[in-house]
Nanobody
């Protein structure tokens, strides 16, 4: 049984910083992609940032230059460093992992429970 446990959300003033963490517990054969998505009420969930392998990253245009995604493969943990936060970054942030638990099992996509990030003065 795999589980994604997120932490690090909260309330921050505009221009401030937060760091989100997501640990993928359980037995993994291989994790291919780790990343973050976000969602506000009434809108679709959108990609924020992903990291494939150790270093290949992808960012939404709205967060480029402000957010940094990184990964500790030994700990199966992904991080999202968010700087220069804006009110429009307010959302529930979801961790996402693409991988497989056994070499013979299909690749699956798992989601965390979500963590609220609120940017407000």
């Amino acid at each position: 049984q795999v589980q994604l446990v997120e932490s690090g959300g909260g309330l921050v003033q505009p221009g401030g910083s937060l760091r989100l963490s997501c640990a993928a517990s359980g037995s993994w054969f291989s994790i291919y992609v780790m990343g973050w998505y976000r969602q506000v009420p009434g809108k679709q969930r959108e990609l924020v940032a992903t990291i494939t392998g150790a270093t290949f990253t992808n960012y939404a245009d709205s967060v480029k230059g402000r957010f940094t995604v990184s990964r500790d493969s030994a700990k199966n943990t992904v991080y999202l460093q968010m700087n220069s936060l804006k009110p429009e970054d307010t959302a529930v942030y979801y961790c996402n992992v693409v991988g497989r638990t056994r070499p013979t099992m299909p690749v699956t996509q798992d989601w965390g429970q979500g963590t609220q990030v609120t940017v407000s003065s």
